[in-house]
Nanobody
Framework: QVQLVESGGGLVQAGGSLRLSCVAS????????MGWFRQAPGKEREFVAA????????YYTEFVKGRFTISRDNAKNTVYLQMNSLKPEDTAVYYC?????????????????WGQGTQVTVSS
């Protein structure tokens, strides 16, 4: 049974930082592209960042480029999202996802497994 468990969310002031983690089990982690998505109240789930199997290739939405960094540790079956210079508009539930794909997907429908999400709230 595949499980993705996110942690690291919380309440932070604007300009602050958070580091999200997602631990995967039940799959061969090093053969999955990993992504982070977010969903704010009343909005659709949107792509945030993604990383290839080896971690060599990364992709970001324009809204977080230069502020967020995705990384992975295949030895720990963990993907991270370092979020700096947070803004109130970053407030959302953040989800990690896994895709069995050689190309790094940026569309939610291309991901096979999802975590339960972790809340990030940025106060102004």
């Amino acid at each position: 049974q595949v499980q993705l468990v996110e942690s690291g969310g919380g309440l932070v002031q604007a300009g602050g930082s958070l580091r999200l983690s997602c631990v995967a089990s039940g799959l061969t982690f090093s053969r999955y592209c990993m992504g982070w998505f977010r969903q704010a109240p009343g909005k659709e789930r949107e792509f945030v960042a993604a990383i290839s199997w080896t971690g060599v290739s990364t992709y970001y939405t324009e809204f977080v480029k230069g502020r967020f960094t995705i990384s992975r540790d295949n030895a720990k079956n963990t993907v991270y999202l370092q979020m700096n210079s947070l803004k109130p508009e970053d407030t959302a539930v953040y989800y990690c996802a896994a895709a069995r794909s050689t190309l790094v997907p940026t569309i939610a429908a291309e991901y096979h497994y999802w975590g339960q999400g972790t809340q990030v709230t940025v106060s102004s």
